[in-house]
């Protein structure tokens, strides 16, 4: 009988060819919300706990705090509830009530701002209190270094080696640094691409963060290109990838598809390889599936 813990990673890869505008390329689709918490961001939250605790930095007693989007606040929930471990999470209020509920069900406190920023001030602030530790994603090593260990051996392992460009949304940057980090040591042409929304766009997972935010485990030299992505596109590839593919995930695995297929059109040949980070079922109160 193995721990919950062991079924972190190891996730499928899935052919994405009904919406794959070119016969010689082939697109995948990582599942990353077949992890247990049902997001790619199972990984890094795994990794900044059990680092933590390993370094002694997350002493017994002391209450976890973290601003998260949704996705990385579940993960830490879910595994902070097995390590006995209180945990506040603070939130954009614009988040969806699923999200809310589900780190609520295992156990953690919810604090809803007005932004994903005017989250990030608070939890600095709690995290200057005595008794709160932040692990602070956005700029913890062990964020990325989960991808490194985990996600890019998967994906080079389940290609064959044959992996021409790697697509993933761009929030916390840990996937794709990550990532990014072991399939150049494989292969230094593999092309790493990461999505930002277009000016004016909201998808949630999918981040141009301003300056001040900027994560700083992110190193732009690590991303060969970027391609911007509209709100509406990325809901509309969303639907698509429920009515045509039979996958049911989020807005930003949608604009990360998106940008797959726009790169697709671009090239003769390839294999190109995409991040499906969650599951739709956290959106069904919002819009995006209307």
């Known amino acids: 009988m193995s721990s919950l813990l062991h079924l972190v990673g190891n ?30 961001k199972d990984r890094a939250a795994y990794a900044m706990i059990k680092g933590a605790m390993e370094r002694g930095e997350l002493q017994p007693g002391v209450k976890l705090v973290e601003a998260t989007s949704g996705n990385t ?105 990550g990532v990014s980090r072991y399939l150049k040591e494989q292969d230094s042409s593999v092309q790493i691409v990461g999505c930002q929304p277009t000016d004016g766009s909201s998808i949630p997972g999918i981040r141009k963060w301003p300056e001040a935010y900027l994560p700083k485990i992110f190193d732009a030299k690590r991303v060969d290109k970027v391609i911007e992505v509209s709100q509406q596109d990325a809901a509309s590839m969303t639907r698509r990838l429920a009515r045509e593919e039979a996958v049911f995930a989020g807005m930003s695995s949608g604009g990360a598809a998106w940008a797959a297929v726009k790169l697709a059109s671009e090239i003769e040949s390839g294999v190109i390889v995409t991040i499906i980070c969650d599951r739709g079922d956290r959106y069904l109160s919002s819009d995006l599936f209307g």
């Open 73 to 177: 606040g579940i993960a830490l929930a879910m595994i902070a509830s097995l390590f006995r471990i209180e945990i506040e999470l603070v939130m954009p209020e614009n988040s969806t009530r699923e999200r809310v509920l589900t780190m609520e069900a295992f156990g953690a406190k919810v604090i809803l701002k007005e932004s994903i920023e005017a989250s990030r001030d608070y939890a600095d602030q709690k995290a200057s209190e005595p008794g709160y530790f932040m692990l602070n994603q956005f700029a913890n090593e062990d964020n990325w270094k989960a991808h490194y260990r985990t996600t890019g051996p998967e994906i080079w392992k389940d290609t064959s080696g044959k992996i021409t460009h790697f697509v993933s949304s761009m929030g916390t940057t840990g996937t794709i640094m």
């Open 11 to 40: 996730t499928p890869l899935v052919d994405l060819d009904h919406i794959n505008p070119n016969p010689n390329v082939k697109i995948y689709g990582k599942l990353e919300g077949n992890n247990p918490g049902g997001s790619v």
